[in-house]
């Protein structure tokens, strides 16, 4: 487990310094296998919306914001999903007790949203801005 973390460092570290380098094709890359080795590594996601947007691929930084969301969402309902199989009379107890403090939504999750996974929606909400403009302008386009 140890050598694990020690291995996903010293990759980061290496794609960091080939962003440095200028070859960000090859920082993507080791940022890609790390994400999908560990599928919440939310550092190689966000070096990969980095990259993603300075090269102005807003398509493509849109896919790998969507799919962070949806490792950490995965991540989130496995862990509540854990807890309810290891204990389920503590686990209904806790949801109840969350339920009536207003602490989780109408289909049972927190209400509380982790900070990533919240600037995460956000840059989402701001790149789906971004790309309208073009896709209407290629619409436009396409209809001469």
Do not use: C
């Not at 982790?114 to 929606?121: F, G, K, Y």
Request: net charge positive; hydrophobic share 40%; no cysteine.
């Amino acid at each position: 487990m140890a050598k694990q973390k020690i291995a996903r460092k010293t990759r980061m570290d290496e794609a960091r310094q080939l962003e440095k380098e200028g070859k960000s094709a090859d920082a993507l890359k080791i940022y890609r296998a790390l994400a999908r080795r560990k599928p919440l590594n939310a550092d190689a996601y966000n070096r990969m919306m980095v990259i993603l947007r300075k090269q102005k691929k807003y398509n493509a930084e849109l896919e790998t914001i969507r799919q962070a969301i949806a490792a950490a969402e995965t991540a989130i309902a496995s862990s509540q999903q854990a807890f309810d199989d290891k204990d389920r009379d503590s686990a209904a107890l806790s949801r109840k007790l969350a339920t009536s403090l207003g602490l989780l939504n109408d289909e049972g999750l927190p209400v509380y949203e982790e900070p990533q996974l919240r600037a995460w929606r956000k840059r989402e909400a701001v790149v789906e801005k971004r790309l309208q403009p073009i896709s209407k302008a290629h619409h436009k386009k396409k209809s001469f």
